[in-house]
């Protein structure tokens, strides 16, 4: 008898011990659901995570969301935002790297709080001692959102409005990034690891100097070395362009030539028009 009832203890341990492991693998919906929403801006990407609520009818700013006090921004765990690179936020600065994010909601400011303890649920064991930065933002009228929405409306090469909107409340923040020269040490590392035949990577980083009026030296180096691998009509005409913004006139129509030679013989053939009438402009030229 004594070792049936063994034997069923030990059953019944086994069958809740697999109910405990199915219970801790089910997955149900939540009334809050798991977003994120990411935004590259220039090289830099930046990576919000984040629970979305609902209005439901509700009152919110005063209401479930109290005004003056710290609110975890979203719901259940404490949003996240992550940046690759340094950037500054409302005009002040804060270095890369992953941030739980928390808001002081006001009627006419909010205090936007990034804070170095990452992971932790909603705002209860925030503590302002561990914050990174604190910025001062200020709230606008907005359309309706019935769920809580951060997103990224406006996006320039070293700048994006970074915006949270709920009910028909948002704030934006103005998110910086130095672009130039996170891209030219992205240039310098992808160059000293490219291939002995990567004719690409030369040029595409060499029409970023050009594009952005940068060292004309080193940018002439780039191309130069992207032809040298394999002369294109891309990498010779951007050559022609640099040599006529340097003011070597002659020198500019000769690779134009070229590079329109080389595009009508390509297969399939390139439209050389636009090289074609950037010569007939500079022989025009006195």
């Known amino acids: 008898m ?21 219970s801790a693998q089910l997955q149900l919906p939540r009334p809050s659901p798991r977003s994120t929403v990411s935004q590259t801006v220039g090289v830099t990407d930046v990576t919000v995570i984040y629970s979305r609520p609902s209005v439901k009818e509700r009152k ?9 006090k710290v609110w975890r921004t979203g719901a259940n765990e404490a949003t996240i935002v992550k940046f690759s690179s340094d950037v500054k936020v409302n005009g002040s600065a804060l270095a890369a790297g992953t941030y739980s994010l928390h808001t002081i909601p006001g ?10 303890v990452a992971d932790q649920w909603g705002s209860y064991s925030y503590d302002a001692a561990k914050d990174a930065l604190r910025v001062k933002a200020t709230p606008a009228p907005s359309s309706h959102h019935e769920m809580l929405t951060f997103e990224f409306p406006v996006v320039a090469a070293s700048s994006a409005d970074m915006v949270i909107a709920w009910d028909k409340v948002r704030v934006p923040l ?31 980083s ?9 060292d004309p030296a080193y940018g002439m180096e780039l191309v130069d070395k992207a032809i040298a691998i394999k002369p294109s009509y891309g990498n010779l005409t951007l050559k022609a362009r640099m040599l006529a913004k340097g003011g070597k006139k002659k020198d500019a129509i000769a690779t134009a030539e070229r590079a329109v030679a080389v595009g009508k013989a390509a297969e399939p053939k390139v439209d050389t028009a636009s090289t074609e009438k950037l010569i007939a402009e500079w022989k025009a030229m006195k």
Not at 176 to 199: F, H, N, Y
């Open 174 to 204: 103005k998110i910086e990034v130095d672009t130039v020269p996170l891209a030219q040490q992205a240039i310098r590392t992808a160059m000293s690891s490219a291939k002995a035949d990567d004719a690409g990577t030369p040029f595409q």
């Open 206 to 214: 060499a029409r970023y100097y050009f594009d952005n009026n940068l």
């Open 107 to 116: 009627e006419n400011e909010w205090t936007v709080i990034f804070n170095k």
């Open 60 to 68: 919110i700013w005063g209401g479930l969301v109290p005004m003056d």
């Open 2 to 22: 004594r070792k049936q009832t063994v034997a069923t203890a030990v059953a019944l341990s086994a069958t809740f011990l697999m109910a405990g492991a199915a």
